[in-house]
């Protein structure tokens, strides 16, 4: 499909006049929908509306089946798996049982990208029309290229589409995104920040130009465009809210919001409803297609069986319990192109031994701790994840990041609203002490403003220790 993120195409967008921006852009919608809504969708999406509210038997034994399936083809298909496999003087009648998961190895970034080639099912060889390719963004610049199959693709709208209908949200409704989407040169400084699909009634904000000065020409757009649903970036979506809040602009009041992509943190969801007056819906997936847990009406996230099998595992390779912090390791089981097994996303997790009240009987998870990376390690061997818990009551604290350069240092950058002083910065070193103890120094800076990633994204906690010096077995 058209990628219009790849820098030519990028530089020739930018180059158009506004109205052939927006032309572009309905093409952009019109070809993307003509890719996913078709009768792998629509079959997907029939069955998900049913399979939802069985019983926790029944997903089990879906997602069981589902999965045995997908490690057999595997073995038989895929060269990076048969040969394994070989080599371990095993077969594909050794699959038997969901715990025969057990016999494939951890599979890390490292690892697909330098057997991308020896990854790729088969039948996808050749089958080009039958092909996604798709790219990972990276938060280090090194993204992966996968393939996804067609059915892959239209299933994975499907289980977003569904995620969406828990809000009330169709797909022919009005939609505003802030979801990285290039579609302002970074060094424009005057509006438009945003291309319009005026045929698919969908609009894309740039999240990189997102400033005081532009904030309420971003507000006035909203207002006139009047959004059913608004999408993207926890942290562009946040200072969206901020303006709103500040301005007392009142007009812009979307049935939902979906946070993706970032972790979302508490303060960020705080503003945001407030904001815009309805309730965040967050959503945890990636590119790869290996896991979907999704926030429900009742703010319970739900991990979910039809999608993928996800395994909850400690710094030992053992399972954890409910309330013990966990890497994910996942197994998307919709993608036959390119199957990726026992994956490492890089994000922690901690399970719930609740259910959900909404009716649903997926397992729970308490909290997304984040990227592995967004964990800050202190000189006496402490693990500490979630730091956005520091900002919650931090009225005058506009946005804030944390850089871990050294183990004995924690940077904490700030940008402060006017009232800041200095009890605030008091009350902020007390309950940094409090979490992270007194092995660690703590250095204050005061910013302007945050820079974000090329891809429009703020990383919350940046850390430069060596992953071997992190929660990682
Ligand atoms: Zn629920």
């Given amino acids: 499909m058209v990628s219009y993120s790849e820098s030519k195409w990028r530089r020739f967008f930018w180059r158009l006049p506004k109205f052939l921006q927006d032309t572009a852009a309905s093409l952009y919608g019109w070809h993307l929908d003509s890719k996913i809504f078709n009768g792998y969708y629509r079959k997907t999406y029939k069955f998900l509306e049913e399979s939802q509210w069985h019983s926790a038997d029944k997903l089990r034994d879906y997602q069981g089946r589902q999965l045995i399936s997908f490690l057999r083809y595997a073995v038989k298909n895929v060269p990076y798996y048969r040969d394994y496999f070989a080599r371990q003087s095993l077969t594909v009648e050794d699959i038997r049982t969901v715990d025969d998961l057990k016999l494939f190895p951890l599979l890390d970034k490292e690892t697909v990208r330098f057997n991308a080639d020896r990854l790729i099912a088969e039948p ?70 945003w291309a319009e699909d005026k045929i698919n009634k969908r609009i894309y904000f740039s999240s990189q130009h997102i400033t005081n000065a532009t904030l309420p020409i971003y507000i006035d757009k909203l207002k006139e465009f009047k959004p059913e649903l608004i999408r993207g970036y926890p942290s562009s979506v946040y200072l969206i809210g901020v303006g709103i809040l500040e301005h007392g602009a009142k007009g812009v009041s979307p049935k939902a919001v979906f946070t993706n992509s ?62 013990e912090l966990a890497e994910m390791v996942c197994t998307g089981f919709g993608n036959y192109a390119m199957p990726l097994i026992r994956y490492r996303v890089g994000d922690m997790a901690v399970l719930s031994d609740r259910g959900c009240s909404c009716g649903r009987n997926d397992l729970i998870v308490d909290k997304i701790v984040g990227r592995v990376e967004d964990i800050v390690v202190t000189p006496d061997g402490r693990h500490v994840g979630r730091l956005d818990h520091l900002f919650k009551d931090m009225l005058n604290v506009k946005e804030a990041q944390i850089v871990q350069e050294m183990i004995e240092e924690l940077k904490i950058r ?7 002083n200095d009890k605030d910065l008091q009350l902020l070193e007390k309950e940094a002490r409090l979490r992270l103890g007194n092995s660690i120094r703590f250095q204050f800076e005061f910013v302007d403003h945050l820079e974000r990633e090329p891809s429009g994204k703020l990383r919350f906690v940046i850390s430069r220790i060596p992953r071997d010096a992190q929660v990682i077995f």
């Avoid at 280090?140 to 589409?161: M, P």
């Avoid at 943190?265 to 967050?282: N, W």
């Avoid at 700030?414 to 800041?420: A, E, S």
Wanted: aromatic share 12%; hydrophobic share 35%.
């Fill in 124 to 193: 996808y060889r050749k089958r080009t029309s039958q092909v996604v390719n798709v790219h990972t963004s990276g938060t280090t610049g090194k993204g992966l290229h996968l393939k996804l199959s067609k059915e892959a693709f239209q299933r994975e709208y499907a289980f977003r589409y569904l995620h969406l209908s828990w809000a009330g949200i169709k797909p022919n409704m009005k939609m505003a995104f802030f979801a990285g989407h290039p579609v302002t040169p970074p060094e424009r400084l005057s509006p438009p920040f």
């Fill in 262 to 323: 970032e972790t979302l943190l508490g303060y960020q969801r705080e503003v945001i409803e407030r904001a815009f007056s309805c309730k965040v819906f967050d959503w945890y997936g990636n590119t790869e297609q290996v896991a979907n847990i999704v926030e429900c009406e009742r703010g319970n996230r739900h991990v979910k069986a039809e999608h993928s099998f996800v395994e909850f595992l400690k710094q030992d390779g053992m399972p954890a319990k409910p309330g």
């Fill in 414 to 420: 700030i940008v402060k609203r006017k009232g800041f």
